[in-house]
């Protein structure tokens, strides 16, 4: 189990009553979803922290951006999400440690959690829902079967629909592997025949590059063709 010194050991700047207050909804949702071996945990952990910047943002900040805008109908970004209606970019905007996005995603996930996410988004935004819509989307994507194999930047294109932020990403999944004590496999490894798949399940997710950006001054994502 992922214990407090191992998750500020990946998220060195997680403040610790945040970390507290976190974990054991973190917990929770990697039991559920089989996140259950060390290999598992460090790439999904590394993941997130990459995310969320180590889980600081739970939510998408809201300008609304040149970007965000796009996520309004009858734009082809807000169709794809399946925006329909006047103000549904804000309300179903960037929300969890994965930043679930769109009214389709928000009514996919809540229906598979026998949550009404669609009626009551900011749900998504807490620590009880946020961390299972993160499992959730991990365990029904394959992602912990990749883990398995090292498959590190398929997962990344997976989550995020390219490689934005991987040279980051790594550096937290090296620390994740050595925080929780993965052994470095000797010859050559899985990861050496990481595919890279893009060809995968839809993005979730816009990520902690486009969420910071807008944090610090509101500049366009350049993430923003992602489907959320």
Do not use: C
């Not at 610790?16 to 290999?39: C, G, K, V, Y």
């Not at 990861?191 to 890279?196: K, V």
Request: hydrophobic share 30%; proline share 6%.
């Amino acid at each position: 189990m992922v214990t407090p010194q191992i998750l500020t050991g990946i998220m060195p700047h997680l403040k610790a009553d945040r970390r507290d207050a976190f974990l054991p909804h973190l917990q929770a949702a990697m039991e559920e979803f089989e996140i259950n071996t060390s290999l598992r945990q460090a790439a999904f952990l590394a993941q997130l922290a990459h995310e969320s910047g180590e889980l600081r943002f739970m939510e998408e900040i809201w300008g609304p951006t040149a970007a965000q805008k796009r996520y309004e109908p009858p734009s082809g970004l807000a169709r794809r999400l399946g925006n329909t209606a006047p103000g549904d970019g804000f309300r179903y905007k960037g929300r969890g440690p994965i930043q679930v996005t769109g009214r389709d995603n928000y009514r996919r996930y809540g229906g598979l959690l026998g949550l009404d996410l669609e009626d009551e988004p900011a749900q998504a935004a807490t620590p009880e829902v946020g961390f299972r819509i993160a499992g959730l989307y991990w365990h029904k994507n394959g992602l912990n079967e990749l883990a398995d194999k090292e498959w590190f930047v398929t997962i990344t294109k997976r989550i995020n629909g390219g490689t934005n932020g991987l040279e980051e990403r790594r550096r937290y999944y090296d620390r994740a592997r050595t925080t929780l004590g993965v052994r470095r496999t000797r010859g050559p490894s899985s990861a050496s025949r990481d595919p890279g798949d893009d060809l995968g399940p839809p993005s979730l997710s816009r990520g902690y590059e486009s969420i910071s950006t807008d944090a610090d001054g509101g500049a366009e994502a350049a993430t923003a063709e992602r489907d959320g």
